[in-house]
């Protein structure tokens, strides 16, 4: 692939006369030129300019990756009085109109990534005339989706010219997913610098510290950037405690088809928040492609964790904001993406084509069976064989810098845009006590001068309790806990085997801090009353789980959680097992053992937590310092071989 790179100072239009030749060039050729240039440019006016330049002599067809960007990109069309038909899954009934007429009638065609290969398969467009246009091509692997490979496909063989847009240029599409001949990237030195103020704050409070800074700032109109929901729903809730009068709104899929829609609707059709909406909280619904003109906003955040596409999506899309953004997150995470032992999306796409090649279809099907995200990497041609998804591989391997420390990504986005200026980390520290005296003060217009009722009567019961276990408890007085205690099965844990228990002259509370003040977890609680019901009673089963640690105990749990769910009767399952028991007295390294855990299993999307869980609770080793190494005792297949293993099988029911 050739790469030429332009230099503008503000705008792609001043490079119109080399990239008009290019685009002319790949159009007569057929051949596939991609261009990158920063957001805010003039993308989306260039691709604008080609739809009417061509638009009498070719079917031209562009491609969104999300449906609420073609409706954008059809009211600008509408202002020019060009007729662009949509394409999606809200419309298909559209195309089925138009198959009395053996082609599309029309010439500009906006459609979604992961429905155009209807349009491209089934005759509607004449390949002969027809130009692809594609924006926001990093797309393909940040949220790929199954049909995205489709509609790939679909183009290639169609053979028809391809010009592809983005600010977030991925190598791996360019070159792997659509081998694009050419490739122009244009840099513009007039573009006013990106500054980032980053917060780093302690706890897991970056969606609270956001509400309060605003707050505290003069609660002026501010636009919030996340990319989950559940963190959208927290902030607002904060900041409605905060800010009572002040009209906040939530922009993601749900909301923009319920609540929100006026506010969404308003934003597609005139670039702009409602003026009555004081603070947005919007997520990846609005990544990419989406403008916001609003003249008016004085404040912008990003709170939490982005991959870098996102990030630097995000950081262009309030247009007309030239200050600070305040990033506020919680610093935790790996350090660089882990791509479980390989170097590359390729060269996991050519795993796991080596791996399936090695399953028959009916072994496929029950892989299927075991992981819907596995369905989702391959397809099956007419004649059987099997086709990887490519996009699904690559968007695989990137999801994992979403779980990089956000410190991380800053560095990441830094290497990757001059423009980016990145202020030292603060780091931040909850004020507990101030912060809430200083919100009760404000309630009640004085300074908080005693304790409300309830905190005092919570405190004397703390106080009392705290007096009374003073000397400190022992595990007879958890036995005689248990044992003056009842069962409470509707609080039942997983598969209504494990229980709290709870006291007959006292409430859950009294039991839970007493267990607090023995120095004994809830869980190790619930486990030794398990095990002391199930035993007739007996106080040595008490005693029995007492010994244990905690780790122990929480592993006893999760071994429970997974034998309920472990599918013995899967052909994989067998073969598995059949190897470790082939193996049983052997001494290996721990490494070792995992290795032939995850041979069986690793390669498979989302199902390394099954091989790790395998080793964990299936594998049955002990440790033999003098071989150097662990040898296999047994191979569990159900709780209560785990149980027999263990020795712990005289004192619990497995089932």
């Given at each position: 692939m050739k790469t030429k790179q332009l230099t503008v100072k503000r705008w792609i239009n001043e490079v119109d006369e080399y990239l008009n030749d290019k685009i002319d060039a790949a159009v007569t050729n057929k051949q596939k030129l991609h261009i990158t240039a920063p957001v805010g440019v003039g993308k989306t006016t260039l691709a604008i300019d080609l739809i009417k330049r061509y638009k009498d002599n070719y079917q031209v067809i562009l491609l969104e990756p999300i449906i609420s960007i073609t409706g954008q990109v059809g009211i600008k069309l509408k202002a020019l009085a060009i007729d662009g038909q949509i394409y999606n899954c809200n419309t298909k009934v559209w195309v089925e109109m138009h198959k009395r007429l053996g082609r599309i009638d029309g010439n500009v065609i906006l459609s979604t990534i992961d429905s155009a290969y209807i349009l491209f398969e089934n005759g509607f467009l004449d390949h002969s005339k027809t130009i692809c246009l594609i924006d926001e091509s990093h797309y393909f692997i940040q949220n790929a989706r199954k049909d995205f490979d489709h509609t790939i496909r679909a183009i290639l063989d169609s053979g028809v010219p391809v010009i592809g847009f983005t600010a977030t240029k991925s190598t791996y599409v360019l070159e792997n997913l659509f081998g694009f001949d050419e490739s122009i990237e244009i840099l513009a030195t007039d573009l006013p610098a990106k500054v980032i103020n980053p917060v780093s704050v302690t706890g897991a409070l970056a969606n609270k510290v956001v509400a309060y800074r605003i707050n505290d700032d003069g609660a002026p109109k501010s636009i919030i950037w996340t990319e989950n929901k559940s963190d959208q729903r927290e902030i607002k809730k904060y900041l409605e405690?905060?800010?009572?009068?002040?009209?906040?709104?939530?922009?993601?899929?749900?909301?923009?088809?319920?609540?929100?829609?006026?506010?969404?609707?308003?934003?597609?059709?005139?670039?702009?928040?409602?003026?009555?909406?004081?603070?947005?909280?919007?997520?990846?619904?609005?990544?990419?492609?989406?403008?916001?003109?609003?003249?008016?906003?004085?404040?912008?955040?990003?709170?939490?964790?982005?991959?870098?596409?996102?990030?630097?999506?995000?950081?262009?899309?309030?247009?007309?904001?030239?200050?600070?953004?305040?990033?506020?997150?919680?610093?935790?995470?790996?350090?660089?993406?882990?791509?479980?032992?390989?170097?590359?999306?390729?060269?996991?796409?050519?795993?796991?084509?080596?791996?399936?090649?090695?399953?028959?279809?009916?072994?496929?099907?029950?892989?299927?069976?075991?992981?819907?995200?596995?369905?989702?990497?391959?397809?099956?041609?007419?004649?059987?064989?099997?086709?990887?998804?490519?996009?699904?591989?690559?968007?695989?391997?990137?999801?994992?810098?979403?779980?990089?420390?956000?410190?991380?990504?800053?560095?990441?986005?830094?290497?990757?845009?001059?423009?980016?200026?990145?202020?030292?980390?603060?780091?931040?520290?909850?004020?507990?006590?101030?912060?809430?005296?200083?919100?009760?003060?404000?309630?009640?217009?004085?300074?908080?001068?005693?304790?409300?009722?309830?905190?005092?009567?919570?405190?004397?019961?703390?106080?009392?309790?705290?007096?009374?276990?003073?000397?400190?408890?022992?595990?007879?007085?958890?036995?005689?806990?248990?044992?003056?205690?009842?069962?409470?099965?509707?609080?039942?844990?997983?598969?209504?085997?494990?229980?709290?228990?709870?006291?007959?002259?006292?409430?859950?509370?009294?039991?839970?801090?007493?267990?607090?003040?023995?120095?004994?977890?809830?869980?190790?609680?619930?486990?030794?009353?398990?095990?002391?019901?199930?035993?007739?009673?007996?106080?040595?089963?008490?005693?029995?789980?007492?010994k244990h640690s905690n780790s122990q105990i929480t592993q006893l749990i999760g071994a429970k959680v997974f034998f309920s769910n472990f599918r013995t009767s899967s052909k994989l399952v067998k073969v598995m097992i059949k190897s470790l028991n082939d193996s049983i007295g052997k001494i290996n390294s721990k490494d070792d053992w995992m290795d032939e855990v995850y041979y069986q299993y690793d390669y498979l999307p989302g199902l390394d937590q099954m091989a790790s869980s395998i080793w964990r609770y299936v594998i049955i080793t002990a440790r033999r310092p003098r071989e150097g190494g662990y040898a296999l005792l047994s191979v569990a297949t159900t709780f209560e071989e785990y149980l027999e293993a263990i020795g712990l099988d005289k004192y619990f029911k497995a089932s």
């Open positions: 405690k905060l800010l009572p009068n002040h009209r906040i709104a939530i922009l993601n899929t749900d909301t923009n088809e319920e609540e929100e829609k006026d506010v969404w609707d308003y934003l597609i059709q005139n670039d702009k928040i409602p003026d009555d909406i004081d603070i947005a909280i919007i997520n990846s619904v609005a990544s990419a492609g989406i403008n916001i003109l609003n003249t008016d906003i004085k404040a912008q955040y990003m709170v939490g964790k982005f991959d870098p596409f996102s990030f630097r999506q995000y950081l262009g899309r309030v247009r007309n904001y030239d200050g600070e953004i305040e990033y506020i997150f919680n610093d935790h995470g790996p350090r660089e993406p882990k791509w479980k032992g390989i170097k590359n999306q390729i060269d996991y796409q050519n795993k796991l084509q080596h791996m399936i090649s090695k399953f028959s279809p009916e072994e496929r099907d029950e892989l299927m069976l075991l992981n819907d995200e596995f369905s989702k990497m391959f397809s099956e041609s007419e004649d059987g064989s099997v086709i990887i998804n490519k996009c699904i591989v690559a968007s695989h391997c990137y999801q994992s810098f979403r779980d990089l420390r956000p410190s991380v990504i800053l560095d990441i986005v830094q290497a990757q845009d001059s423009t980016l200026r990145v202020n030292d980390i603060e780091y931040y520290e909850w004020d507990k006590i101030g912060h809430a005296t200083k919100q009760k003060a404000s309630f009640r217009g004085k300074k908080i001068a005693k304790l409300p009722n309830m905190i005092k009567k919570n405190y004397r019961q703390l106080v009392g309790m705290l007096e009374f276990f003073k000397s400190g408890m022992t595990h007879d007085d958890v036995k005689k806990l248990i044992s003056e205690s009842l069962p409470k099965r509707p609080d039942a844990k997983k598969n209504n085997v494990l229980y709290v228990p709870r006291t007959k002259k006292a409430s859950l509370l009294y039991t839970i801090k007493t267990a607090e003040q023995a120095g004994v977890g809830m869980q190790k609680l619930i486990l030794a009353s398990t095990a002391y019901s199930d035993n007739g009673k007996d106080a040595t089963a008490i005693e029995v789980v007492l």
